[in-house]
């Protein structure tokens, strides 16, 4: 494994960004929902095309009547297609999305499509119709989705708008611009929601006083929420939560559009009388011409205000970021419950061009400071957690996700244990940060771009052999060991190590992930069979060792190309071996591949 220096150190404190997501609460006027009823239907069953699927007034009478936010199977359930997953041992009256499941359950009698065909193989058909006013000539409307699941291909009155290699991943916002598209009145909307590409395969059902149930499966390999195969305290959700999960809506802006409003607070601690603001936004010039114009800003509750001169090129997109920083004076601290009280500040933001709005949004956010100290008792270390400079106690538990996310006002109310770090609609979080003054810490993040890589997971690892006959020393903080990283992005860690711990020796960083190739150690490669023929399966053993901390996930390749994965946890001297299917499709010379170690062969017709 690649072995990179780390710098070692006794304390670090951060400050946590301070900024509330979109809610509809704050929403500017020009706004329009399309949440409520939709139309939806599989692609097995609706050949029709995407081009005349979203022309107004085209009927869908044999299609489900549904309510979006929704997830497809969620939306079957409540048309009396498929039972309750969640009562009883209904989910052995569902097929799942793995065929070599169905198979082995005899699942697929339960499928509600012709010759009992995989519900969940297929795309799935949204579809809806909306009514747009008459709008300014240099008005832009934007078609937002705050997440799907996995891919999707969009349609506009008869225009395609987005592809499923640019709409891709579980935890990605997207916004399109359909000026060109949109008419003033009846407009047709057409959603074409791809099912993962790695369904992965449930290991092992619920077995009293058994084994765990792993999510290690092919699902990782997507960008996704990788438990819904199946946990130790999760049931798998047959269609790996293919759906429209998020808000859809529309709104309408002058030729620059502000996106992402930020605030980040820094307060001169010990001293929290005045507080540092930074500021930013970005900025997107919709349009072929250069645009000048003043980026402004009120907080409201006080008298600070600032202006911001801004030029953007032609369809150019820029992070502005307000220099100078504004400074609150006197501010009105956000505390945990118990601690004093949660007040929130609202930011007003417009971009004006000529004295003329180009657009406008709001963003809550409190003034706090979040920090860690190391702290030592007897030889032990731990981490302190610190808002505003004060020690704070913290108490939490484990929640996880509804398993079809299928929630509202009323459950968030009721059942809490219904939901989960990351994978929340952003109502869940205003609920949660406002009605119930919560704090808590998120332990990842999520990206959702192709390619596989885009969702890493990193933890850093003191590896010293002679260090506690043998055992490895972690550090006791770190800014990040869970995180996730975009095409070419970089992060920056920090970790926290106790000098002594070290014995003098020189740390270094592993770096491994859910679905990502980290290297690992084949000491051996064998096939299952001497005679090699086309369409005949076979199997390949590979012998691991020198994986990553808590696993590594280990890719069969075959000329190149990658046909299987599996999940192996094999290091301190431990070995695991693995074993992937395979068949060859055609014969002659092939290159087999697991770890760096490489076999070459040939496959007889």
Request: charged content about 25%.
């Amino acid at each position: 494994m690649k072995a990179i220096p780390l710098l070692t150190s006794l304390l670090f404190s951060v400050a946590l960004a301070s900024a509330a997501p979109r809610d509809k609460s704050n929403s500017p006027r020009n706004r329009l929902d399309l949440d409520g009823e939709w139309t939806m239907q599989s692609s097995f069953l609706e050949k029709d095309v995407g081009s005349n699927l979203s022309q107004p007034g085209r009927a869908t009478k044999t299609w489900h009547r549904v309510q979006v936010p929704t997830m497809v199977l969620s939306a079957l359930t409540k048309a009396g297609v498929y039972p309750d997953l969640r009562v009883g041992l209904n989910a052995y009256q569902i097929p799942d999305s793995s065929d070599e499941f169905n198979a082995k359950h005899d699942l697929a009698k339960f499928s509600h499509l012709p010759d009992k065909r995989n519900p969940w193989r297929d795309p799935w058909w949204f579809r809806r119709e909306f009514t747009l006013p008459k709008l300014p000539a240099d008005r832009r409307v934007w078609l937002h989705f705050d997440a799907i699941n996995y891919r999707a291909e969009v349609w506009v009155n008869g225009k395609q708008v987005a592809d499923r290699q640019e709409m891709a991943g579980m935890f990605q916002r997207f916004q399109f611009d359909i000026t060109e598209h949109a008419k003033t009145g009846v407009n047709a909307l057409a959603v074409k929601v791809y099912p993962v590409d790695h369904p992965g395969l449930p290991q092992k059902q619920v077995e009293v006083l058994g084994p765990e149930r792993s999510f290690h499966t092919e699902l990782e390999r997507d960008v996704t929420e990788i438990v819904s195969v199946g946990y130790d305290c999760m049931m798998t959700v047959p269609d790996r939560n293919m759906g429209l999960w998020q808000n859809v809506w529309l709104d309408w802006t002058g030729p620059v559009d502000i996106r992402n409003p930020f605030v980040v607070t820094d307060l001169p601690l010990p001293e929290t009388n005045r507080a540092t603001l930074t500021v930013s936004a970005e900025l997107v010039n919709a349009t072929a011409s250069p645009v000048k114009g003043i980026l402004r800003g009120t907080f409201t509750g006080t008298d600070l205000r600032f202006e911001q001169p801004v030029e953007l090129a032609a369809h150019e997109t820029k992070v502005v970021t307000v220099d100078p920083k504004p400074v609150m004076h006197n501010p009105r601290l956000w505390w945990p419950v118990n601690y004093g009280e949660q007040y929130l500040y609202n930011l007003a933001l417009s971009f004006e061009t000529g004295r003329v709005a180009s657009d406008r949004e709001k963003v809550t956010f409190g003034v706090r400071e979040i920090g860690y100290e190391l702290l030592a008792i007897k030889g032990w270390h731990g981490r302190r957690v610190l808002v505003n400079g004060q020690r704070i106690l913290c108490r939490g538990g484990y929640i996880q996700p509804e398993l079809m996310f299928d929630w509202d006002a009323r459950r968030m109310e009721t059942d809490i244990g219904a939901t989960y770090s990351w994978a929340e609609p952003e109502q869940y979080f205003y609920w949660v940060r406002e009605a119930r003054n919560w704090m808590f810490m998120m332990e990842g993040g999520s990206a959702s771009l192709p390619p596989i890589s885009s969702l890493s997971r990193f933890l850093p690892e003191v590896n010293q052999p002679t260090l506690r006959t043998g055992e490895e020393a972690l550090p006791v903080l770190w800014s990040d060991n869970y995180f996730s990283l975009l095409p070419h992005e970089s992060h920056e860690l920090t970790a926290t190590l106790v000098t002594q711990d070290l014995a003098g020796a020189k740390p270094i960083l592993e770096v491994g992930g859910w679905n990502i190739e980290s290297e690992v150690d084949c000491r051996a490669l064998a096939l299952s069979s001497k005679e090699i023929k086309a369409g005949r399966p076979l199997t390949v053993t590979a012998d691991i060792a020198g994986t990553f901390l808590d696993g590594s996930r280990v890719f069969l390749k075959v000329d190149g190309l990658v046909k299987a994965s599996l999940w192996a946890w094999a290091r301190d001297g431990r070995q695991e071996t693995l074993t992937f299917p395979l068949t060859f499709d055609r014969p002659g010379k092939h290159m087999v591949e697991v770890g760096g170690r490489k076999l070459e062969l040939t496959v007889k017709p």
